[in-house]
């Protein structure tokens, strides 16, 4: 069964897609089979993989209206894809008034639990029933944050339903970190955030080591329908996420050592995960 990340935040505008395609990305690059979910209807994190349009996509799929292999598309950077597609409102609508609704999104990965390592979800900025099937089907849910005001809008939304969603639908659900997003350490506000996270008790020792610096490429490469590590790979933004990868790849598998990438990346065969 590969190891699922939901990353989520009831905000927009807080790195969300840019997390899900970078981490998705980092991890394809180790040589781990690798599934991104665009569960948006902005579509951001499809068009950021060079998907612009699809006719079969996430919720085709999730209504049985398109088969996976129909739906799956594969980046450029050798990720696989679920889009998504501009009318996905309309089919979320659909798949709220179905029977056993929260599952539908957990029982594909099932299907197909033998053909990936990692699967990264790309929420909407909202707890609609997409997103509800996110955290029903993920191991981990991450929360990117800005470090500004009104930054915690929404987070304790999160943490209650994912407490309820670990009680009664997954109980295999956990937090994996708090993301904090176009962080700048030297800004005394920036420090107050930190300490709040770490104030509340459900958040305590859950805020990721790395943060995820502002960085002009990170707007520049999703623009461009590419990665940071391609445009600009000795950027901050390309440091940041990698070491926040492999942040998470030490989450999930402490007993491992891991590597950075060399910035020019020979031929790599795949492996397997050892989870």
Not at 22 to 37: D, E, I, M, N, P
Not at 60 to 80: C, I, K, N, P
Not at 121 to 141: F, R
Not at 232 to 246: F, H, M, T, V, W
Request: net charge negative.
């Amino acid at each position: 069964m590969p190891i699922v990340f939901t990353i989520i935040n009831h905000k927009g505008g807080t790195g969300k897609t840019t997390s899900a395609l970078h981490l998705a990305t980092y991890f394809s690059r180790q040589g781990y089979r690798t599934l991104a979910v665009d569960l948006d209807s902005q579509r951001n994190l499809s068009i950021g993989f060079g998907i612009r349009e699809s006719n079969h996509h996430i919720g085709t799929l999730l209504l049985s209206q398109s088969s996976f292999e129909q739906t799956l598309r594969r980046a450029d950077s050798g990720v696989w894809l679920l889009p998504s597609n501009r009318k996905l409102l309309t089919f979320e609508y659909l798949i709220a008034n179905e029977t056993e609704r929260d599952y539908f999104l957990k029982d594909v990965i099932a299907d197909y639990q033998n053909d990936f390592d990692y699967v990264f979800i790309d929420c909407a900025p909202s707890l609609g029933a997409l997103s509800i099937n996110a955290l029903v089907a993920a191991d981990y849910y991450i929360v990117p944050m800005q470090a500004e005001n009104f930054a915690f809008i929404g987070l304790d939304t999160i943490l209650e339903t994912a407490s309820v969603i670990q009680k009664r639908m997954n109980p295999k659900l956990k937090i994996g970190g708090v993301l904090l997003t176009r962080f700048d350490h030297r800004t005394q506000f920036g420090q107050s955030v930190i300490q709040k996270i770490n104030e509340d008790v459900r958040l305590k020792d859950k805020t990721f080591q790395t943060p995820i610096r502002q960085d002009i490429a990170l707007m520049e490469c999703t623009a461009l329908g590419t990665s940071v590590f391609d445009y600009a790979p000795k950027s901050r933004g390309a440091q940041d996420y990698e070491a926040l990868a492999l942040e998470l790849l030490a989450l999930v598998n402490p007993q491992k050592t891991y590597q950075p990438l060399p910035q020019q990346l020979p031929s790599q065969g795949i492996h397997h995960s050892d989870q």
